[in-house]
Each structure stands twice: as structure tokens, then as C-alpha cells.
């Protein structure tokens, strides 16, 4: 486990950015303790500093996970925001979407949301957008990225795709049925 490179706190920010913009400075300075990110195995965990201190003195073979796991950075460089980190994208995220419950389960499902299946979304949403998902109760179910803007919305018909799946949380399903 070591302190993410500048480079890669670089990429991980401008990605995190997509999604909750200038309140990514919320995740560092925490009003009940202090915060980190920290890289271990390709991935990037977000923990309590006394939490990341207490873990340095685990051999790295035997450390398996630490903290809530925000980002994998792939063989290429690239870094992809996993679902775990939908407390945090949904709590600070600037535009929403919420999906009716007729088109809520074709999403948990791994689709696309079209325009039939939008029930609601933040006014002033930019197209290529970053946005948290929401079912019409406010229980986030995952992320993506805004297809149409807000007033491209109002405007298309009722089979456009509004909303470009990222993540959702039956992904742990999804994978735990390939495993097996």
C-alpha cells in the first residue's frame, strides 16, 4: 500500500471531477477525521488516515482490501470508477437522474436508460455529463454519463438513449454468476 503518484492523483481527480466537480475537495477535508487515498493492487482505496496507518504494518501479500474501493487503474493506465463508490459520487454528485421503476430494473440489468424510462433530472445537466443514478425513491443505483443534456431531454423522442450505463449495483450480481 503506498500514497498515490502525481500523476495518478492527477488522472483520478480530473475523473472524480466528472462526477462531483469542485466537491471533491469534501472527500479530503472530513469534519470527523481525516481522510486518504491510498493505491494497493491496482486499485485506489479511500480510508481514515488512522485506518491507512494501523494497515502499514501488514505485509502487502496479506493485505487483500482496505477502506472503500473507488478506482481500478487497468493495464493501460486508465482509471474506471467501481461501484463501491456510489455513497460517495451520489452524495456529493452536481447532476442526477432518476429512473422510473418501469425502466429501473433494464438498468440494474446493465442497459442503457432511454427517455421513456427518465423520470426526473437536474435541471441545467450538461450532454457527456458525469451523473449519479437514482431510483424514484432517492436510493442511488449507480452511474453514468448524460447522453442528452436537459434540454435535449424535453426535445427527443421517447426511445432516445438519455443516460449511458457505467455502473449499477447489481454488477455484484452480474460478476458473482460468472464466477461461480
Not at 442503457?112 to 424510462?117: D, F
Not at 449511458?164 to 461461480?180: N, Q
Amino acid at each position: 500500500m503506498r500514497n498515490l503518484t502525481e500523476d495518478e492523483t492527477k488522472r483520478f481527480f480530473e475523473k472524480l471531477a466528472k462526477y462531483i466537480g469542485a466537491n471533491t475537495k469534501h472527500l479530503i477535508e472530513r469534519k470527523d477525521e481525516p481522510w486518504c487515498f491510498r493505491f494497493h493492487n491496482n486499485r485506489i482505496w479511500y480510508m481514515p488516515q488512522r485506518i491507512a496507518k494501523l494497515a502499514s504494518s501488514v505485509a502487502k501479500v496479506n493485505l487483500m482490501a482496505i477502506g472503500i474501493l473507488m478506482a481500478k487503474v487497468t493495464h493501460h493506465g486508465h482509471i474506471r470508477i467501481q461501484i463501491t463508490a456510489l455513497e460517495q459520487l451520489a452524495q456529493f454528485a452536481l447532476f442526477k437522474i432518476w429512473v422510473k421503476p418501469s425502466q429501473e430494473q433494464s438498468y440494474m440489468y446493465g442497459n442503457h436508460v432511454t427517455r421513456a424510462g427518465l423520470g426526473r433530472i437536474t435541471e441545467n445537466t450538461p450532454q457527456y455529463q458525469g451523473v449519479a443514478v437514482f431510483n424514484m425513491a432517492d436510493v442511488p443505483i449507480g452511474f453514468g454519463v448524460a447522453a442528452q443534456g436537459t434540454l435535449q431531454c424535453r426535445k427527443c423522442e421517447m426511445n432516445t438513449t438519455v443516460l449511458f450505463h457505467e455502473a449499477d449495483v447489481g454488477e455484484y450480481l452480474r460478476i458473482e454468476s460468472t464466477l461461480t
